[in-house]
Nanobody, 115 residues
Framework: QVQLVESGGGLVQAGGSLRLSCAAS????????MGWYRQPPGKQRELVAT???????VYANDVEGRFTISREDAKNTVYLQMNSLKPEDTAVYYCRLRTPGIDSWGQGTQVTVSS
């Protein structure tokens, strides 16, 4: 079982930036698709961004141009750089690892953007 540990969440003013990190255990990270998802208060979990093992990225429409997902295989870590944050970005952010036979989630980290 892969363990994922997110960090970097917190409280920030609108227009500010945060960088989330997600560290994975084990040795399958470099073969996996990594993703960031979020769950706003009272809403369902939604995709934010994904990055494949080869570096291909996908972004949700409302974060495109503001958020950047990246990975550092040597550290088994995926990042989410969030710029120009808006109050509607407030959510619990989750990291996800997928590879054949494995689908693991982190425990989540809270991001709160004040207006």
């Amino acid at each position: 079982q892969v363990q994922l540990v997110e960090s970097g969440g917190g409280l920030v003013q609108a227009g500010g930036s945060l960088r989330l990190s997600c560290a994975a255990s084990g040795n399958i990270f470099r073969l996996s698709t990594m993703g960031w998802y979020r769950q706003p208060p009272g809403k369902q979990r939604e995709l934010v961004a994904t990055i494949t093992y080869s570096g291909n990225t996908v972004y949700a429409n409302d974060v495109e141009g503001r958020f950047t997902i990246s990975r550092e295989d040597a550290k088994n870590t995926v990042y989410l750089q969030m710029n120009s944050l808006k109050p509607e970005d407030t959510a619990v952010y989750y990291c996800r690892l997928r590879t054949p036979g494995i689908d693991s989630w982190g425990q989540g980290t809270q991001v709160t953007v004040s207006s």
